[in-house]
């Protein structure tokens, strides 16, 4: 579900997104859509194709191309309105603005700080599920565009974006595993809320990977006793 476009960054890995607004989607997003701790998608532009037919092959899901994506989490949220603190006589009510100004812009927004984990690229097979054919954790090399559209993430690509299979036959070949390569990348940023939203992933990793659930148990356990040695000082 599409919750929402980038309209500015701050880093190369912290974007704004704005959810959309009445009419402003077929579906408009709901608070659980964006809430903390969201796994959320950006196809990154400059990897896709400009044909016209290309794109339209994508929009009815017949497009064979490989789609890269950029893999985030939301972790923060703003609601802002220009209008507080205006406190002065209006001619006329928010519901009469909407009836006789239809073309009327509100500058109330809702704003999400989403930060990018990794990469994925995949492919669409038809009547399948789409084919991953690759996953990166860290900080990726390219940026994100404006306007660029952001989506939540199914458990099943959430599921994806963490397990991890080295290729058949290679030196280091092993069973797939799952992996959390972006941990150390997310310690590294000042955030208050960062930790959170960490044991936040893990809690739905634990839901993800019930056979994972003893070292799932064991890594929660030492970053919330790390946090809270961290808090007190």
Known sequence: MKIGKIVKSDSHINYVCQVFGPREADIQPGPADYAFGRFVRVAVRSERSDDPDA????VLGNSREPITYAVGVIYDTILQNPAFGALGPRLSN??????????????????TYI???GM???RSVFGEEPEVLSVMHGVPLLSLELDSEIETMTDAEVRSFHYFADPAGGPDSQSPYLHMGYVPHIIAQRSSLLPMVTLRIIDQLERLFPQNLALLSIVKRNFAWRLKVETTG
């Open 55 to 58: 794109l339209l092959d994508e």
């Open 94 to 111: 928010e519901t009469q603005v909407e009836l006789f100004s239809p073309d009327y812009i509100s500058e109330k927004a809702v704003l």
């Open 115 to 117: 930060m990018i984990l």
């Open 120 to 122: 994925m690229e995949e």
